[in-house]
């Protein structure tokens, strides 16, 4: 018993010098985007900003093209995570609730593709795109981001319909529902959660995809935040705050996911994952 | 679209709809993965500039590649990258996750929350940030080094040659760590507490409770997501690339970069296919002996 009493404090003391390791890489990055340019430029570094200012915010917004960066990501990131909700919430319900020849084909399929090293894919997709005149536009990145996203969220979308019971479309199959009726009014809202978790994890992934993006767009206006901001690290005008500011700018769409759907996201992504 | 009622569908029925409800996603992975990955495979026998150059060349560069020393070495650094990221990443998950998981830990959803943090932060940004912490005269690393004595000079982390891989790793720790964690807090809760508790009266001490109740427990979730850690690493690029873009010289250049330059800064399209497909062979051959180690383990 004794021992059962000693081992939290060690337990504790690990889990919050687990979170120190975590908060204070995060903690400098807040506190340098609010220096001003000199002060970045002390040694020893000042811990609490000497005077609060706003300036490497306005510089990153007013002198680089940062509301364009995140336009773009906006743009492609929504359009890329819609389509691909539809295209595997469709298919995740198809392959759980219909018997048809090739499924098992279908589904080890969607697992192989996750093998495939993306950068394989790289130089089809970056002469592809040439040839059919989409580098540098929204639309040829929403395509490639599709390809990444369909596989994983159709199989966790599938994993998600296998949880919910399938007594419930016979009951409303005898009520004189009709198999769109059923996909529609029972499956769609008692898969809402399942949804949520999955766009999330789509959306995370497409706005955190760096490498195409670079390869794919070469035009200063069609870059994505990714992009945008690593490569105003090279410029020599820039400065250690003003690549903080930006770098919390770039990351305001995942911070809300975090502070707001945080649980939302983790049970939808391991209900599948921890029944296998 | 009147289709009679679910339960009375026959099997043609039940074919048709199960292939309307898959088609979208059925044509998304032939035309936007299969299709560009033959195109890919294809490549690797041209010499070609991709615009109006295609000359087959056979076997050339796979013949050429394999007596590369270069390619190898790259092939260590990401073997490297891969073993101790995903090894650090084990270690800190299965800890916190046990942590957070017990009975007696208080604040426990706080303590969660701030651990998951860094898995909410872009990648790019992830890079910018640690480049600016390992920074060499004005960056917060050196600084508390110098503080408590542990280094007069300051150390260039990231451009020297020796440490710049270690750098990079645990920086590939700090960020990929909560992904795992929250994985196997999930399957830890499915584990019953009677076992701990009958463990407990055979005398098991913490270290025999975790051998023999947590770790059999988690087993097919740890595996599963060792597997898809080991895949991402070994294709990992964004990271590397804003830390140190595979420098100083190439003390960082793991395959991904090897390739993105072979093809984006040389323009030797066609030499860099056949690396990727080289890795596309090596990721397929990893997936086999895990399946079939998998089988042995059930």
Redesign the interface.
Same mark, same amino acid.
């Given at each position: 018993m004794g021992?059962?009493r000693k081992?939290?404090v060690a337990?504790?003391i690990?889990?919050i010098l687990?979170?120190l390791?975590?908060?204070?890489?995060?903690y400098?990055?807040v506190i +340098?985007s609010f220096k001003a340019a000199p002060e +970045?430029? &002390?040694?020893?570094?000042t811990l609490w900003p000497e005077s609060f200012t706003l300036d490497a915010y306005r510089k990153v917004i007013d002198d680089y093209s940062f509301g364009d960066f995140f336009l773009n990501s906006v743009i492609v990131v929504v359009g890329s995570t819609l389509l691909t909700i539809?295209?595997?919430t469709?298919?995740g319900?198809?392959?759980s &609730?219909?018997?048809? &020849?090739g499924?098992g084909a279908?589904l080890g399929?969607?697992l192989v593709?996750?093998?495939?090293?993306?950068?394989?894919?790289?130089?089809?997709?970056?002469? *592809?795109l040439?040839l059919y005149g989409l580098i540098n536009t929204h639309l040829g990145l929403i *395509?490639?981001y599709?390809?990444f996203q369909?596989?994983l969220c159709?199989w966790l979308m599938y994993s998600y319909f296998e949880t919910i019971p399938k007594d419930l479309?016979?009951a409303a199959?005898?009520d004189?529902?009709?198999?769109?009726g *059923?996909?529609r009014k029972i499956a769609l809202p008692l898969s809402l959660p399942g949804i949520a978790s999955t766009s999330i994890y789509a959306f995370?992934n497409s706005?955190?995809e760096?490498?195409f993006a670079m +390869?794919l767009t070469t035009t200063e206006d069609m870059k994505t935040?990714?992009v945008g901001?690593?490569q105003m *690290?090279d410029d020599t005008m820039i400065n250690?705050n003003d690549?903080?500011a930006a770098?919390i700018l770039?990351?305001i769409p995942?911070?809300l996911?975090?502070i707001f759907c945080?649980n939302l996201f983790?049970e939808g992504? +391991?209900a599948g994952?921890?029944k296998? | 679209m009147k289709q009679p009622a679910l339960r009375h569908v026959g099997d043609l029925h039940q074919n048709k709809l199960g292939y309307l409800f898959t088609a979208p996603a059925f044509l998304v992975l032939v035309l936007m993965v299969v299709y560009p990955l033959i195109y890919g495979i294809v490549i690797s026998f041209f010499d070609t500039n991709l615009v109006n150059r295609f000359d087959f060349v056979g076997l050339k560069y796979y013949k050429r590649l394999i007596v590369d020393e270069t390619f190898y070495a790259s092939l260590g650094r990401t073997a490297i990258f891969t073993i101790f990221t995903v090894a650090g990443r084990t270690v800190l998950a299965v800890l916190f996750a046990n942590l957070l998981v017990m009975d007696s830990m208080p604040c426990k959803t706080v303590f969660r929350s701030i651990l998951v943090l860094p898995w909410f932060f872009p990648d790019v940004v992830v890079g910018i940030l640690w480049r600016w912490l390992y920074n060499a005269n004005y960056g917060l690393f050196n600084f508390i080094l110098r503080t408590i004595g542990l280094a007069d000079a300051p150390i260039e982390w990231l451009s020297n040659s020796k440490t710049a891989m270690w750098a990079v790793i645990m920086v590939s720790i700090w960020k990929g760590f909560p992904f795992m964690m929250v994985m196997l807090l999930a399957a830890l809760q499915t584990i019953s507490k009677d076992l701990y508790e009958a463990a407990e009266l055979d005398g098991c001490g913490v270290f025999q409770r975790f051998l023999h109740v947590t770790l059999p427990g988690i087993m097919p979730v740890l595996s599963t997501t060792l597997m898809l850690e080991i895949m991402w690493c070994f294709k990992h690029f964004t990271l590397i690339w804003n830390l140190t873009k595979g420098g100083p010289v190439d003390a960082t250049q793991v395959v991904s970069i090897d390739i993105y330059n072979t093809a984006f800064q040389y323009t030797r399209y066609g030499e860099s296919s056949t690396r990727a497909v080289f890795v596309f062979v090596i990721i397929i051959i990893l997936t086999v002996m895990q399946k079939k180690m998998k089988r042995k383990e059930a």
């Open positions: 021992q059962r081992f939290p337990g504790l690990l889990v687990g979170c390791m975590v908060l204070v890489p995060v400098w990055m +340098t +970045t430029f &002390r040694n020893p570094p539809l295209v595997a469709m298919a319900f198809g392959a &609730r219909f018997r048809f &020849r499924k279908f399929f969607v593709t996750q093998m495939f090293p993306s950068v394989i894919m790289l130089i089809p997709y970056f002469r *592809i040439k *395509i490639v599709i390809s369909v596989p159709t479309d016979a199959a005898i004189g529902l009709n198999n769109w *059923i996909f995370i706005w955190n760096f490498q +390869t935040v990714s901001i690593g *690290i250690w690549m903080m770098s770039a990351s995942l911070i996911v975090f945080q983790f992504l +391991t994952g921890v296998q | -």
